[in-house]
């Protein structure tokens, strides 16, 4: 613990939050892995029937660089969060017996603070990079957004909504989190 730093007890809630953050990202990183296993680069993959519809090779290059970059923002935020969850059982004193299934612990609960908003911080880069590596699988698989096909959109408009509005719902709950 920093010096002059006032205690705070830590418990069993906050590895099971940090838990939380690591399973989700872990899900995550699984499924960029798979999109980057998938090669875009085959001529069977475009469903669309007209040649000026077909992705060019710039948005192939964005889908990989999207999928690395989320997937960097997701080993981040799982590091994160696992320090954290080392440093809160490093921390468990004697001093504090394990009390029914709580275990109690001293931490800096503004360092645990800050931890969590970094760690979110990362998985919101992460899903912001894999939501457009998604938007450049729909335009490689049914067409380009230039095209006005209405399956391209039909995909990518519920993808431009209900992510960022989850993002939106998860990022007021972490800062609502942190000012408790």
Partial sequence: MCEGA??????TIHISALDGII??????????????AWNPHDQGNSLSQDPSCIAEPKIVEDL??????????????????????????????????????LDLALINK???RVGYLVSAAGSVLGSVFLMLGLINVVQIKLGILGCGSMHTYGAIIPLVIFVPLGLLIYVCTVFYAFTR
């Fill in 110 to 112: 503004t360092a645990l």
């Fill in 64 to 101: 990989v660089s999207f999928h690395v970059y989320s997937f960097s923002c997701f080993l981040f935020s799982s590091l994160i969060a696992l320090c954290l969850k080392q440093a809160i059982r490093l921390a468990k004193s004697a001093h504090f017996p394990t009390v029914f299934t």
């Fill in 23 to 36: 399973n989700v990202n872990s899900l995550f990183t699984l499924a960029v892995f798979i999109g980057l």
């Fill in 6 to 11: 006032i205690p705070k007890l830590g418990t």
